[in-house]
Protein backbone atom coordinates (compact mmCIF):
# COMPACT_ATOMS: atom_id res chain seq x y z
CA UNK A 1 0.00 0.00 0.00
CA UNK A 2 1.13 3.66 -0.79
CA UNK A 3 1.39 6.19 1.79
CA UNK A 4 0.38 9.68 0.27
CA UNK A 5 1.48 12.98 2.21
CA UNK A 6 0.06 16.41 1.10
CA UNK A 7 1.86 19.42 1.45
CA UNK A 8 1.95 23.02 0.38
CA UNK A 9 -1.14 24.72 1.77
CA UNK A 10 -1.38 27.83 3.68
CA UNK A 11 -2.96 30.75 3.14
CA UNK A 12 -3.36 33.18 -0.09
CA UNK A 13 -4.73 36.55 -0.94
CA UNK A 14 -7.25 36.03 -4.08
CA UNK A 15 -5.73 36.46 -7.27
CA UNK A 16 -2.53 34.19 -5.77
CA UNK A 17 -0.94 30.98 -6.61
CA UNK A 18 -0.16 27.89 -4.53
CA UNK A 19 1.40 24.79 -5.51
CA UNK A 20 0.63 21.48 -3.52
CA UNK A 21 2.53 18.63 -3.43
CA UNK A 22 1.78 14.67 -3.04
CA UNK A 23 4.64 12.50 -2.00
CA UNK A 24 4.53 9.18 -1.56
CA UNK A 25 6.50 6.56 0.26
CA UNK A 26 6.01 2.61 0.50
CA UNK A 27 5.35 2.13 -3.22
CA UNK A 28 6.85 3.51 -6.38
CA UNK A 29 4.38 6.46 -7.40
CA UNK A 30 4.61 5.76 -11.05
CA UNK A 31 2.48 2.32 -10.67
CA UNK A 32 -0.42 4.36 -9.90
CA UNK A 33 -2.85 7.14 -11.21
CA UNK A 34 -3.09 10.25 -8.97
CA UNK A 35 -5.94 12.19 -8.39
CA UNK A 36 -6.76 15.48 -6.39
CA UNK A 37 -9.40 16.11 -4.28
CA UNK A 38 -11.18 19.04 -2.25
CA UNK A 39 -14.04 19.33 0.73
CA UNK A 40 -14.64 22.95 1.33
CA UNK A 41 -16.56 23.70 4.79
CA UNK A 42 -19.80 21.82 4.65
CA UNK A 43 -19.96 20.74 1.64
CA UNK A 44 -18.74 17.09 0.53
CA UNK A 45 -15.80 16.12 -1.21
CA UNK A 46 -15.06 17.04 -4.77
CA UNK A 47 -12.98 16.01 -7.78
CA UNK A 48 -10.23 18.25 -8.81
CA UNK A 49 -7.76 16.83 -11.65
CA UNK A 50 -6.33 13.75 -12.18
CA UNK A 51 -3.42 12.31 -14.35
CA UNK A 52 -2.50 8.68 -15.48
CA UNK A 53 1.04 6.85 -14.41
CA UNK A 54 3.28 8.84 -17.12
CA UNK A 55 2.08 12.11 -17.09
CA UNK A 56 0.62 11.81 -20.63
CA UNK A 57 -3.18 12.02 -19.90
CA UNK A 58 -4.94 14.63 -17.55
CA UNK A 59 -8.73 15.73 -16.78
CA UNK A 60 -10.01 17.88 -15.15
CA UNK A 61 -12.93 19.48 -13.44
CA UNK A 62 -14.36 21.15 -15.76
CA UNK A 63 -15.49 24.21 -12.86
CA UNK A 64 -11.02 24.47 -12.68
CA UNK A 65 -9.85 23.54 -16.16
CA UNK A 66 -7.86 26.48 -17.11
CA UNK A 67 -6.53 27.91 -13.18
CA UNK A 68 -5.26 24.65 -12.11
CA UNK A 69 -2.61 21.85 -13.36
CA UNK A 70 -1.52 18.91 -12.15
CA UNK A 71 1.71 16.85 -13.13
CA UNK A 72 3.99 14.44 -11.62
CA UNK A 73 7.56 13.76 -11.14
CA UNK A 74 7.72 9.85 -11.17
CA UNK A 75 11.60 10.33 -9.78
CA UNK A 76 10.86 12.24 -7.13
CA UNK A 77 7.54 9.87 -6.63
CA UNK A 78 5.48 13.27 -6.39
CA UNK A 79 2.68 14.83 -7.84
CA UNK A 80 2.03 18.31 -7.89
CA UNK A 81 -1.07 20.34 -8.55
CA UNK A 82 -0.51 24.30 -9.18
CA UNK A 83 -3.19 26.47 -8.38
CA UNK A 84 -3.49 30.03 -10.30
CA UNK A 85 -5.89 32.97 -9.60
CA UNK A 86 -7.28 31.76 -6.92
CA UNK A 87 -10.71 32.39 -5.36
CA UNK A 88 -11.90 32.54 -2.13
CA UNK A 89 -14.20 29.40 -3.27
CA UNK A 90 -10.80 27.40 -3.80
CA UNK A 91 -10.96 27.56 0.27
CA UNK A 92 -10.90 24.11 1.31
CA UNK A 93 -9.14 21.01 2.46
CA UNK A 94 -6.94 19.00 -0.55
CA UNK A 95 -6.46 15.73 -0.58
CA UNK A 96 -4.35 13.57 -2.70
CA UNK A 97 -5.33 9.66 -4.56
CA UNK A 98 -3.79 6.66 -5.67
CA UNK A 99 -5.98 4.62 -8.17
CA UNK A 100 -4.56 1.61 -10.07
CA UNK A 101 -5.91 2.31 -12.84
CA UNK A 102 -6.65 5.65 -15.48
CA UNK A 103 -10.29 5.53 -16.42
CA UNK A 104 -12.33 8.73 -17.44
CA UNK A 105 -14.49 9.20 -16.50
CA UNK A 106 -14.45 6.63 -13.45
CA UNK A 107 -11.37 8.41 -11.98
CA UNK A 108 -13.18 11.85 -10.80
CA UNK A 109 -14.96 9.07 -8.06
CA UNK A 110 -14.04 8.96 -5.12
CA UNK A 111 -14.35 5.57 -5.02
CA UNK A 112 -12.09 4.50 -7.75
CA UNK A 113 -8.96 5.25 -5.56
CA UNK A 114 -7.47 2.71 -3.04
CA UNK A 115 -5.27 5.24 -0.91
CA UNK A 116 -5.35 8.42 0.34
CA UNK A 117 -3.48 11.43 2.14
CA UNK A 118 -4.36 13.37 5.29
CA UNK A 119 -5.31 16.71 3.53
CA UNK A 120 -3.80 20.00 3.70
CA UNK A 121 -5.69 23.11 3.87
CA UNK A 122 -5.79 25.87 1.46
CA UNK A 123 -7.50 29.07 2.50
CA UNK A 124 -7.79 32.27 0.13
CA UNK A 125 -8.58 35.21 1.67
CA UNK A 126 -10.79 37.76 -0.13
Known amino acids: QVQLVESGGGLVQAGGSLRL??????RTLSSYSMGWFRQAPGKEREFVAAIDWSGAST???DSLKGRFTISRDNAKNT?????????SEDTAVYYCAAASRYLVPSIKR???YHSW?????VTVSS
Not at 117 to 121: K, N
Open 21 to 26: SCAASG
Open 59 to 61: VYS
Open 79 to 87: VFLQMNSLK
Open 110 to 112: ESF
Open 117 to 121: GQGTQ
